[in-house]
């Protein structure tokens, strides 16, 4: 979370913002269904987090350090409320590295939670898996 918040006094907020993240992807999904391009999906999302005034940053750009460098930029599909990496998939399975690159996100940016959302399955809730680092 952000420095002075530990994560046990920020998970009440993280879990109702993932709650809310989840709702509007489900909505998504119901509405549009599976088979699009990622892009028509985060489209979609950004959309009705927007509709429920979730607070979200697209294709949010951070920095990347290394022993106190910047070595370059790396770039979150959406960042929740400053605190909560949200990485859209239209794939057909996920595979380990999907998750591995939520991990290195949340450690990029000094964060905890994170959803990793594919909209190419029947039922949505099959494509959603919570990444958390405590």
Known sequence: MHKGVSF?????????????????????????????LESVYEEALC???????????RQHEFVLSYKGFSVGQGRLDLLVAGCLVVELKA??????????QVISYLRAMNLNLGLLINFNVPLLKNGIRRVVIS
């Open 47 to 57: 959309r009705e987090l927007t509709l429920r005034q979730v607070p979200y940053s």
């Open 8 to 36: 046990q006094e920020a998970y009440p907020r993280l879990e109702a913002l993932a709650s809310q993240v989840i709702g509007s992807a489900i909505e998504v999904h119901k509405t549009i269904g599976p088979g699009y």
């Open 91 to 100: 794939i057909e399975s996920f595979s380990a590295i999907h998750q591995a």
